[in-house]
C-alpha cells in the first residue's frame, strides 16, 4: 500500500489513527500548488456508519480521529471555500456529508479528538490552533481568497479578530449546524437567527444521553457485584433475591439517565438535581408499594433512590447545550452533601429493613 | 430552554462597546441584542457562560466567567484540585 498521507499539506508527522479516505473512490490525492492534498467524498462508507454508531455508545470514542490539515472535497479550486473543522471523525464526517455537491476545503485542527464545541471550550479548538494550522498547510498559496469559514461554535475558541491580526484570513462564523451550511452560502454567507441557535430537541437529548446511560449502568453494575458479595457473605443469596434486591436502583439510574433527559423541558424546576430527585421520589413510592414495603424499607427507598436518580439526572448537564458552570457549581454547593447524606441514611434503614 | 436564574456572570460594558454586534451572531442563545448601537443583555437566563462572546469582542467590552457547565467535570475538579475540564476524552497522544 502507497504511503498515504506522504502531503506536507496535512501538516502532521503522526501516521494517521484512522484513515479518512477508506471507501472513497477513485483517486485519493488531488495535486495543489501545495502538494498533494488527500481527498475525500461526501459518502459516508458503511465502516464510518458503524464507528458513528459505536462511537455514540462510547466505544473507541478517544480514538476515533482523523489526521489534522487539509483536505480536498469534490473539485476545489483556488477560490473555493475553505471550511474549519475538528479533527474528531464523527466532526469531520458530519462535515462532509452535508457539503454533497460543493466544492471545498476543510481544514482539519488538532483538537486531540474532540468535536468543535467542547475543544473549543477547552481552547484546542482555538486561535493559536487555527494560526498554526494555516501557516502549516501554506493556506495563503492555495486559496486566492482571504475568508475561512469557522462553525459557530469554535466561536468559544477562536477570536476572529486575532487570526485577522496574525494572518490576513477573515474569519466567518458560519452556522451552528453543518446542515445548514448549504443554505448560508446560498444565502450570501449570511445566517438567519434559527442557524444561530443551539437546540436540544428530544432526539438530540436522547442521543446524547447515550453517553450517561453507560455511565449509569457501570455504576449498577459495581452496585450488583458489591450486593452478590453481601448476599454471599450473609448466606442469603439467591438469583431472585438479587434481582429483587438490585431492581429498585436499576430503576433510579435508569429514570435519572433516560426519563429526565427525554421529559426535560416538563419536570418541575430548573435545576437538574431536583428533576431527577423528584423522578426518583415518584419512583421510590412506586416501588415501596409494589413490595409493600413497611415503614423503614418506604423510608430507605425515599431517601436512596431518588439521591441516585438526582445525582444521574445533574451529570447530565455535561451532556446539555444551555447549563452554565456558575450554574451547575451551584447545584452542587446545594445538593451534593444533603443527596450524599440521603444515600448513606437509605441505604442504612434498607439493610435494617431487610438484612 | 433556560437553566438556574440569574446565575449568569455575563456582564457587558456600554461605555467601551462599539456595536460591532459579534457577539450577538456567535451566542447560541441570543443572550445579546443591540439596542442603541450597543450591546446589552438581552436574556441572562439564556446563557451558558460559553464564553464565545468575551473572546471575539475587539474591545474586552464583555465579561465572563468562562466554564464547562458539567456536573462530571467539575466533581472532578474539585477531587483532584483542578479546574474543571470536560472528561470527553482527549489526551493528547506523543506524536512520533
Excluded at chain 1, 38 to 57: E, F, H, I, Q
Excluded at chain 1, 108 to 125: E, M, P
Excluded at chain 1, 137 to 149: N, S
Excluded at chain 1, 275 to 295: D, Q, R, T
Amino acid at each position: 500500500m502507497a504511503e498515504p498521507f506522504r502531503s506536507r499539506a496535512t501538516g502532521d508527522c503522526c501516521s494517521p489513527r484512522v484513515d479518512p479516505t477508506q471507501g472513497v473512490p477513485g483517486d485519493a490525492f488531488k495535486s495543489t500548488s501545495v502538494g498533494d492534498v488527500p481527498a475525500v467524498t461526501s459518502v459516508l462508507s458503511v465502516a464510518d456508519r458503524l464507528g458513528r454508531w459505536k462511537v455514540r455508545w462510547g466505544i473507541g470514542r478517544d480514538r476515533y480521529r482523523v489526521v489534522p490539515g487539509l483536505y480536498a472535497l469534490g473539485g476545489p479550486d483556488e477560490r473555493s471555500p475553505v471550511m474549519v473543522t475538528a479533527n474528531y471523525k464523527l466532526s469531520f464526517d458530519q462535515l462532509r456529508c452535508q457539503l454533497r455537491g460543493l466544492d471545498a476545503w476543510i481544514l482539519v485542527l488538532d483538537t486531540n479528538g474532540i468535536n468543535v464545541w467542547c475543544a473549543a471550550g477547552k481552547g484546542t479548538f482555538g486561535t493559536d490552533e487555527l494560526v498554526n494550522r494555516i501557516q502549516l498547510t501554506e493556506l495563503a498559496r492555495l486559496v486566492t481568497h482571504r475568508t475561512l469559514l469557522v462553525p459557530q461554535l469554535g466561536a468559544t475558541g477562536v477570536a476572529g479578530y486575532i487570526v485577522k491580526q496574525r494572518t490576513g484570513f477573515n474569519v466567518i462564523f458560519g452556522p451552528v449546524r453543518a446542515r445548514d451550511i448549504k443554505a448560508f452560502l446560498e444565502a450570501g454567507m449570511k445566517a438567519t437567527p434559527e442557524m444561530r441557535r443551539v437546540t436540544f430537541t428530544l432526539s438530540e437529548r436522547m442521543t446524547v444521553a447515550q453517553m450517561d446511560l453507560v455511565a449509569a449502568m457501570k455504576y449498577f453494575l459495581v452496585y450488583l457485584m458489591l450486593l452478590g458479595v453481601l448476599k454471599l457473605v450473609t448466606g442469603s443469596f439467591s438469583l431472585r433475591s438479587l434481582a429483587y434486591a438490585a431492581f429498585p436502583v436499576f430503576g433510579a439510574l435508569l429514570l435519572g439517565a433516560l426519563a429526565v433527559p427525554a421529559l426535560l423541558p416538563w419536570i418541575p424546576f430548573r435545576s437538574f438535581a431536583l428533576k431527577g430527585w423528584l423522578m426518583g421520589v415518584a419512583w421510590a413510592i412506586a416501588v415501596s408499594m409494589l413490595e409493600h414495603a413497611g415503614p423503614a424499607g418506604f423510608a430507605g427507598n425515599l431517601l436512596l433512590l431518588p439521591a441516585l436518580s438526582s445525582f444521574v439526572a445533574l451529570n447530565y448537564t455535561g451532556a446539555t447545550t444551555f447549563t452554565s458552570q456558575t450554574g451547575v457549581n451551584k447545584e452542587i454547593r446545594l445538593f451534593a452533601r444533603p443527596m450524599a447524606m440521603s444515600a448513606i441514611l437509605g441505604i442504612a434503614l434498607l439493610l435494617i429493613a431487610r438484612p | 430552554m433556560h437553566y438556574l436564574q440569574n446565575v449568569s456572570t455575563l456582564r457587558i460594558d456600554a461605555q467601551t462597546c462599539i456595536g460591532c454586534d459579534i457577539c450577538m451572531s456567535v451566542c447560541p442563545h441570543e443572550v445579546i441584542e443591540l439596542r442603541a448601537g450597543k450591546a446589552v443583555v438581552r436574556d441572562l437566563d439564556a446563557c451558558m457562560e460559553c464564553g464565545a462572546c468575551s473572546t471575539n469582542c475587539p474591545v474586552q467590552a464583555i465579561h465572563v466567567q468562562a466554564g464547562v457547565g458539567c456536573a462530571h467535570a467539575i466533581l472532578r475538579g474539585m477531587f483532584y484540585g483542578t479546574p474543571p475540564q470536560c472528561g470527553c476524552g482527549g489526551n493528547p497522544k506523543p506524536c512520533c
